[in-house]
């Protein structure tokens, strides 16, 4: 039942013509940032033939560009998660869902997983540039399989997050609105200790930014994705919760 409610909500997000205008506009955008750092590695060419233990293309081209495309799919998750179940529960269609012989475990991760689809389809297009890289220089494969890790964990994070907030309310722009606000303070949060030379305590801990960047750089640590697992699992479990409260009242 999870898969086909998964299915359901990955098949209703390509009816709408904003999941095509999503991959159509961010694929443009990321096309453009990863032309753009060819051509900063291009022009850096001769530099590094002179250094030692230079950079590769993954530090130049790929990291980078993991790093720009991590910022745009946080402003564009709460356009993909805001209509998930507000706009069930604005449309009266939820007491179908509440109704219905299955779980609200099973219902949300139903839609967690069809969200989630979306955002693997994405980052499996965006992984296309990087991998085109192969047949014309030596591409780090290591940071390249870290990164699309990291970039994995980041966008199933956003979409727990996204999903959460949309479960709070039946209007799917506050439901925007909350979310982006949310994920913004969770990958700024440690900003406010960025001039002290104690930058490893809580904040920098809940900093979302702060565990994504050692996977840019090809720095696999357990606690980092230890630090997302929590994330998706905690607000995966607080949405089930405020459906299981409100079918209670029903």
Partial sequence: ????????????????????????????????????????????????????????????VIAPLFADAAIILLLVTPLVTMRVLSEERRSRTISLLFSAPVSMTEIILGKYLGVLAFFLILIGMLMLMPLSLIAGTELDLGKLAAGMLGMTLVLAA????????????????????????????????????????????????????????PLLKGLFSSVDVAYYLLVIALFVGLSVRRLDAERLQH
Avoid: C, K
Avoid at 31 to 59: N, W
Avoid at 174 to 185: Q, S
């Fill in 158 to 213: 956003f979409a727990a997050i996204g999903l959460y907030m949309s479960a709070l309310t039946e209007q799917p722009t506050v439901a925007a609105i909350t979310t982006f606000g949310l994920l913004l303070l969770l990958w700024i949060i440690d900003w406010a200790g960025s001039n002290r030379l104690e930058n490893t305590g809580v904040l920098a801990y809940l900093s979302m930014l702060r565990h994504y960047e």
């Fill in 1 to 60: 039942m999870i898969f086909t409610i998964a299915a359901r909500e990955l098949r209703s997000l390509f009816l709408s013509p904003l999941a095509w205008a999503i991959l159509a506009v961010t694929q443009f955008i990321f096309a453009y940032l990863f032309l753009s750092q060819i051509e900063a590695y291009i022009d850096l060419q001769p530099r590094l033939a002179a250094l030692e233990g230079a950079p590769g293309v993954a530090d130049i």
